[in-house]
Every structure is written in structure tokens, then in C-alpha cells.
């Protein structure tokens, strides 16, 4: 008995481990924000027909769940989403949880389509930003992360509008402090309060490091 009590564990986590290496993982499951953890604001987060509304003041949804312990390394996050007009989002990556403030840690990767703000979708936003806008407002679209060694690919409904190698960019003086890839969760933005952004999903895939 304690022998197969002991061959259960072991599957059980074998699979825990090998659903967490290399298969898309929902970090959203489409009914509340079981998982994540929001700072200042958490007025501005609702999930409203199994959608996340991110309506109102400045606020962060960080997730602290337990896929890969919230602490990725090289990964892939996809995001459906859908921003209404004037609206200013961000999806973080290797961040960490901030009760107050724009997030000190990591990279955030630009959600804009007609805000004020010139850096558009796609931008690692002021590291290397995109000017061009490829998809409209109110309309669903895919925002795919992918974070491997020093290098952050970002690509909208599969086209690639941005790669950036942190190793190469000869722009980084000073102290940058801890905005650069490391390790981390991953957040997303309440921006203000006229913007209106929704979020349909937001996958995980882990890869190797």
C-alpha cells in the first residue's frame, strides 16, 4: 500500500512538472482573479462575462499562483486582448509583486493603440519602442511574449513587431537597476482611469532554461 501511495505521489507530480515544461497553461480561469494579486486599486480589475475589465485608477494585477511557483525564467505568455479607444494597458514580465507604483522590476510590453503615449503596442516600452499601430481598437487580438536568454520577442495576432536583445543594446547606461530579463511574474496594467482594456486569456508555456 505505502508503495503505491508512493508511485501515485511520484505521477502526480511528474505530471504537475511536465504540464508546467512546454503545454500552454491558463492563468485565468474566466471566473474571478483567483491567483493574482492587485496593488493600489483592485477596484480597477472585474471580471465581467468571463472576461477581465481593466477599468479605473492606477492598479497592477500581478500573478502570484502556483503555475512554476509565479517565478518564471524563459517562458511564452499569450494574451487575448482588447483595448477601446484612448486606452493605455501593459503586460509585465519578471516583475514582482509593488503595493504602489508603476512596477520597478522588469519589463513592461506595451498595450496602446490610440493613447496619447507614441509607443504603441509591442514596444519593451522605453528599451525599444514601436511606433506602428496593427490592430484596432475593439477588436480581439493575440499579444505573444516570448522571454529566451537576453532576448524578448513580441508578436501581435503571430506577426513579430519586436525583438529585443538585451545584451546588444548599447543604450543601457547608468544604473538600470532591475529592469532587465531575470526572473519573474508577470502583471497587468490599470493605467488610468479613461482607459478601458479587456483580457480574455493570458496562457503560460515554460521553456527550458
Same mark, same amino acid.
Given at each position: 500500500?505505502?508503495?503505491?501511495?508512493?508511485?501515485?505521489?511520484?505521477?502526480?507530480?511528474?505530471?504537475?512538472?511536465?504540464?508546467?515544461?512546454?503545454?500552454?497553461?491558463?492563468?485565468?480561469?474566466?471566473?474571478?482573479?483567483?491567483?493574482?494579486?492587485?496593488?493600489?486599486?483592485?477596484?480597477?480589475?472585474?471580471?465581467?462575462?468571463?472576461?477581465?475589465?481593466?477599468?479605473?485608477?492606477?492598479?497592477?494585477?500581478? !500573478?502570484?499562483?502556483?503555475?512554476?511557483?509565479?517565478?518564471?525564467?524563459?517562458?511564452?505568455?499569450?494574451?487575448?486582448?482588447?483595448?477601446?479607444?484612448?486606452?493605455?494597458?501593459?503586460?509585465?514580465?519578471?516583475?514582482?509583486?509593488?503595493?504602489?507604483?508603476?512596477?520597478?522590476?522588469? !519589463?513592461?510590453?506595451?498595450?496602446?493603440?490610440?493613447?496619447?503615449?507614441?509607443?504603441?503596442?509591442?514596444?519593451?516600452?522605453?528599451?525599444?519602442?514601436?511606433?506602428?499601430?496593427?490592430?484596432?481598437?475593439?477588436?480581439?487580438?493575440?499579444?505573444?511574449?516570448?522571454?529566451?536568454?537576453?532576448?524578448?520577442?513580441?508578436?501581435?495576432?503571430?506577426?513579430?513587431?519586436?525583438?529585443?536583445?538585451?545584451?546588444?543594446?548599447?543604450?543601457?547606461?547608468?544604473?538600470?537597476?532591475?529592469?532587465?530579463?531575470?526572473?519573474?511574474?508577470?502583471?497587468?496594467?490599470?493605467?488610468?482611469?479613461?482607459?478601458?482594456? !479587456?483580457?480574455?486569456?493570458?496562457?503560460?508555456?515554460?521553456?527550458?532554461?
Amino acid at each position: 500500500m505505502k508503495t503505491l501511495l508512493t508511485l501515485l505521489c511520484f505521477l502526480a507530480f511528474s505530471f504537475s512538472v511536465s504540464a508546467q515544461s512546454g503545454d500552454w497553461i491558463e492563468l485565468f480561469n474566466g471566473k474571478n482573479l483567483d491567483g493574482w494579486k492587485i496593488s493600489e486599486n483592485s477596484e480597477s480589475f472585474q471580471v465581467e462575462d468571463g472576461v477581465i475589465k481593466v477599468a479605473g485608477p492606477r492598479g497592477h494585477a500581478f !500573478y502570484m499562483g502556483e503555475v512554476a511557483s509565479h517565478d518564471f525564467n524563459n517562458f511564452e505568455v499569450i494574451a487575448e486582448v482588447k483595448t477601446m479607444p484612448g486606452a493605455n494597458s501593459g503586460i509585465f514580465i519578471h516583475t514582482e509583486y509593488q503595493e504602489g507604483g508603476w512596477p520597478n522590476v522588469g !519589463y513592461e510590453i506595451q498595450v496602446n493603440q490610440s493613447h496619447t503615449d507614441w509607443r504603441k503596442t509591442g514596444s519593451v516600452y522605453s528599451f525599444q519602442d514601436v511606433k506602428d499601430v496593427y490592430v484596432k481598437d475593439g477588436e480581439w487580438y493575440t499579444e505573444h511574449i516570448i522571454v529566451e536568454g537576453d532576448i524578448v520577442t513580441v508578436k501581435i495576432n503571430g506577426e513579430t513587431v519586436n525583438v529585443y536583445d538585451q545584451s546588444k543594446d548599447e543604450n543601457r547606461k547608468g544604473d538600470l537597476g532591475v529592469k532587465k530579463v531575470d526572473h519573474g511574474t508577470i502583471a497587468l496594467q490599470a493605467h488610468d482611469p479613461k482607459s478601458v482594456i !479587456y483580457y480574455k486569456s493570458v496562457k503560460v508555456k515554460i521553456l527550458p532554461d
